[in-house]
C-alpha cells in the first residue's frame, strides 16, 4: 500500500506532522510508533507515578488518533529499513513484517534515553523514564519504595523529585552540570529552584 505520508514516530512532532497534513491538505497517513500510545505529553510521565487510573486515561490522548480519518495507526512497530530511491520502507510488529510505500516521508523520532557510563547502571532497580511503557514498569517500585535518587536535572528528573518528595520519599537529585535545568536557566535562576 501507498500512503501520501508515513511518519515514523508517535511523540507531539509525528502526531502533529500527521494530523495536520490530514487537516490541511487531505492527506492518505501512515503513522508508526514502536509504542502503545500516541502523542502523549513527556512531561507529564511524572505525574502518572502517583495519579489513579482515571487520570492517566485524562492524560492519554490515544483515541483521537484511532477515530482520525485518513489516518493509519501502526504501534509497537517499528521501521526495519528504508529504501529512499524507491521511496518504501518495511516494518515489523504485530502483523509480521510488512512493507508500506509513500509520496513523503517524515521521521520524528525524538530522543533516546541516554545511559550514563556508571557502574551498575543495569542493575535490578535501576530504571529509565522516557515513555509511558517505562512509567509502566516503575510504577509499582516507586509506589512501595521509601527512598528513590534520580539522575538528571532536567524538567522531568526535577518535577519527578518535587512529586516523590510531596509523597513522603526521600529524594536525591544528581546532576553531572553545575545546577538543575541546565538547558533551561542560568545559574542564578537555577539556585532559587535548588534552594
Do not use: W
Request: aromatic share 6%; net charge negative.
Amino acid at each position: 500500500m501507498e500512503y501520501d505520508l508515513i511518519v515514523i514516530g508517535g511523540g507531539g512532532a509525528g502526531a502533529t506532522g500527521a494530523t495536520e497534513a490530514i487537516k490541511y491538505a487531505g492527506k492518505e497517513v501512515l503513522l508508526i510508533t514502536t509504542e502503545e500510545h500516541v502523542a502523549y505529553p513527556r512531561c507529564d510521565l511524572p505525574h502518572m507515578f502517583f495519579a489513579d487510573e482515571s487520570e492517566i486515561e485524562h492524560i492519554l490522548t490515544d483515541k483521537i488518533y484511532d477515530a482520525q480519518r485518513n489516518l493509519v495507526l501502526k504501534r509497537k512497530t517499528a521501521v526495519k529499513s528504508v529504501d529512499f530511491d524507491k521511496k518504501t520502507l518495511k516494518t515489523e510488529g504485530p502483523h509480521g513484517i510488512e512493507e508500506f510505500g509513500y509520496k513523503s516521508l517524515l521521521i520524528a523520532t525524538g530522543s533516546r534515553v541516554f545511559r550514563p557510563p556508571i557502574e551498575g547502571i543495569e542493575s535490578e532497580g535501576v530504571f529509565f523514564l522516557r515513555t509511558f511503557d517505562h512509567l509502566m514498569k516503575i510504577r509499582p517500585h516507586i509506589q512501595k519504595a521509601k527512598e528513590v535518587v534520580v539522575i538528571g536535572a532536567g524538567a522531568i528528573g526535577v518535577e519527578l523529585c518535587e512529586l516523590t518528595t510531596k509523597q513522603g520519599l526521600k529524594a536525591t537529585l544528581v546532576e553531572a552540570l553545575p545546577n538543575v535545568l541546565p538547558r533551561a536557566l542560568d545559574p542564578d535562576m537555577a539556585k532559587i529552584i535548588e534552594d
